[in-house]
């Protein structure tokens, strides 16, 4: 495990829980957009933090929160050593939201087999055309479409999102991800925010979206799931 930080409350992380978040170092993408360098490049600097340090941590805030977020980077590439520290999260009585970039599908399957976790978000970066500029690296996109109905065939709560990157995201976009996701629960669209280094410098020039745009998205995503929103605006 590399927990590489620990944010101790947060109330936006969990859908309606107070939630502390683990943040696990390494990433098996490059996303251009991504504000999150140290995490993804630079993990190995950062000092990691002892899985029963961060138990008895979170033991000590249960009074003050009711969740817990793993996030990253991109958690999956635990691999299994992820399951059983899930488990001890959960035997505290505190229930579990996994961020995931969904491209180890063959882990992430397995964890909603066992039900190891209560909530899985799932970044969908674009339509499968655009997904090796949108993650930065040649893929398989098999694998994202794997990771999909995976989580749509689960009775995990989950949701899918999409940051609305200029260039990487458009409404032909929209429409494609809205049909692979075709009657999901939930779909958010996140506005790109700028101010912050990424992972490839041009992408701090680009503009984001001005909120009507985003807003025909949100019209878009509304015909193909149950539950649509925007975040970040
Ligand atoms: S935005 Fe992309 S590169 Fe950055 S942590 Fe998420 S999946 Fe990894």
Redesign the pocket.
Known sequence: MRICGVQGVSLIDFPGKVSSVLFLGG?????P????RS??EGYKYLPSIGEDSVLASLRRRKGFIDGVVIT???PLLDGVELLPFLGRVREMGLPVKLDT?GYNADLLVTILKNMAVDYVAM?V?SSLGKYERA??RPLNTGRIVTSIQAIMGSSIEYEFRT?CVPGLVESDDIEEIGRLIKGAKRYYLQQFRTGEPT?VPSYMEIAPYPKEKLEEFLDIARTYVKVAGIRGI
Do not use: M
């Open positions: 990433c098996n993408f490059r996303c957009f991504c504000q999150n995490l993804v990253g980077g991109e970039n970044d970066k993650s930065g940051t992972l």
